[in-house]
Nanobody, 119 residues
């Protein structure tokens, strides 16, 4: 079955970096669009970044553009989120999501990983 496992979260100070990973299985990874979302306490889940299956096009939220980089390794079935110059407002649970077509549209979420930015 479809499985997404995030890792790499943790607690860091403002200005530091983290790299999140999302290991995927149970579907054809290279044919799927992959995204990172985040949800801060008391707020709605929001899109952080997406990398498409076609031409690896990337899309970023304005709040992270220039600081975060999404990438994918189709050989490892893994998507990454490199987060640089982290700010306290980046504190949230970060979720990996896949979106692909298989007998219709399929969307699936990982369980999330906590990122805390605090001095």
């Amino acid at each position: 079955q479809v499985r997404l496992v995030e890792s790499g979260g943790g607690a860091v100070e403002p200005g530091e970096s983290l790299r999140l990973s999302c290991a995927a299985s149970g579907f054809t990874f290279r044919s799927a669009d992959m995204s990172w979302y985040r949800q801060a306490p008391g707020k709605e889940r929001e899109l952080v970044a997406t990398v498409t299956s076609i031409r690896n096009t990337t899309i970023y939220a304005d709040s992270v553009s220039g600081r975060f980089t999404i990438s994918r390794d189709n050989a490892k079935n893994t998507v990454y989120l490199q987060m640089n110059r982290l700010k306290p407002e980046d504190t949230a649970v970060y979720f990996c999501k896949t979106r692909y077509i298989f007998r219709g549209l399929v969307e699936f979420w990982g369980q999330g990983t906590q990122v805390t930015v605090s001095s």
